[in-house]
């Protein structure tokens, strides 16, 4: 038996960063919000073993790989022995972009393998585990529009946001997450926000309480040095995008467009300057199709 899942990629639509703390993790404040940019992750049951294959020959198959390491947690922790299992991810989401590529699948293989072995393990439970693994990886299982906390595992549901058209750019070299945090180091030290959750109570609904909130401390580090990343978000506003911002620690940038023409209009201006480009919408998390 076959079970077929749709893990979608992140953005935030606003991100603070504190200082880092003694186990060298930064806190952060941010709102997140899945895309219907989707990875998709197919499991089976086979006699023994686990094995994993990827679409992109560029990623770990082994234990380097997020989704593999969700997978022999879940094993240890629901005590299931003597399973083999097989996984398959076809990679859509462009990989160390800011976008949650890794996580999100590795919420995937939790939810299916849960689903696959017909597991009594509690959602909760199931969260956690997530969350042991990578602090995106319980926002990414649960998705829609929250406000996330701590190292990003403190999830708080917001109402969702209006649906909108995205366009997500992609052009030049990857950014490594842990070399983007140090950049933020070298460049704010001690003047990091020693609070970032001073922004929980962030009020965003619709478009238009959006624009003013927007905001990504890592632009300021990152797009100075990266020249296609801050290409592209030229391009997002010179085709009429409401607002253009990078995800995460980037490279990838967003921009929402109130009309789907205009949209799709940055998509063809991206793709003639050399970007990867995708047409997308807010969504919620990982689906079990
Ligand atoms: P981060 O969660 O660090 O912010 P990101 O969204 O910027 O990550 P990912 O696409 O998750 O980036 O890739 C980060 C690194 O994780 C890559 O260097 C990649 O080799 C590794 N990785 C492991 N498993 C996966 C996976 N299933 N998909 C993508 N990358 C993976």
């Keep these: 038996m076959q079970l077929h899942a749709l893990?979608?990629?992140?953005?935030?639509?606003?991100?603070?960063?504190?200082?880092a703390q003694s186990d060298g993790y930064h806190t952060v404040c941010s709102v997140m919000q899945t895309?219907?940019?989707?990875?998709?992750?197919?499991?089976?049951?086979?006699?023994?073993?686990?094995?994993?294959?990827?679409?992109?020959?560029?990623?770990?198959?082994?234990?380097?790989?997020?989704?593999?390491?969700?997978?022999?947690?879940?094993?240890?922790?629901?005590?299931i022995e003597?399973?083999?299992?097989?996984?398959?991810?076809?990679?859509?989401?462009?990989?160390?972009s800011g976008l949650a590529g890794g996580s999100t699948d590795a919420g995937a293989v939790l939810l299916l393998l849960q689903r696959l072995f017909d597991c009594p393990i509690s959602m909760e439970t199931l969260l956690h585990i997530g969350g042991s693994l990578g602090a995106d990886i319980p926002f990414c299982m649960t998705g829609g529009?929250?406000?996330c906390c701590g190292k990003g595992e403190l999830i708080t549901p917001m109402q969702p946001i209006e649906p909108m058209h995205i366009v997500i750019a992609r052009d030049g070299a990857d950014v490594s997450t842990?070399?983007?945090?140090?950049?933020?180091?070298?460049?704010?030290?001690?003047?990091?926000?020693?609070?970032?959750?001073?922004?929980k109570t962030l009020h965003i609904k619709n478009r238009k309480d959006m624009q003013p909130v927007m905001f990504n401390?890592?632009?300021?580090?990152?797009?100075?040095?990266?020249?296609e990343a801050s290409a592209c978000k030229a391009i997002l506003r010179?085709?009429?995008?409401?607002?253009?911002?990078?995800?995460?620690?980037?490279?990838?940038?967003?921009?929402?467009?109130d009309e789907i023409d205009s949209a799709r209009n940055a998509v063809a201006a991206l793709q003639a300057a050399g970007a990867k480009a995708f047409l997308?919408?807010?969504?919620g998390g990982v689906q079990i199709i």
């Design 35 to 79: 895309v219907s940019l989707y990875d998709r992750i197919t499991v089976e049951k086979v006699p023994a073993g686990m094995v994993l294959r990827c679409s992109d020959p560029a990623l770990p198959c082994g234990e380097k790989n997020l989704a593999f390491r969700a997978a022999q947690v879940f094993f240890q922790e629901s005590g």
């Design 238 to 257: 010179e085709a009429g995008a409401r607002s253009a911002m990078m995800s995460g620690s980037g490279p990838a940038v967003f921009g929402i467009f």
């Design 7 to 19: 893990a979608p990629a992140k953005i935030n639509l606003f991100l603070d960063v504190g200082p």
């Design 217 to 227: 401390i890592f632009e300021s580090v990152i797009l100075p040095v990266h020249k």
């Design 280 to 283: 997308c919408k807010t969504c």
């Design 82 to 96: 003597d399973a083999g299992i097989s996984i398959h991810l076809e990679k859509n989401i462009p990989v160390a």
């Design 178 to 199: 842990p070399a983007a945090y140090h950049m933020l180091d070298m460049a704010y030290g001690k003047r990091l926000p020693a609070k970032p959750e001073r922004w």
């Design 145 to 147: 529009t929250a406000l």
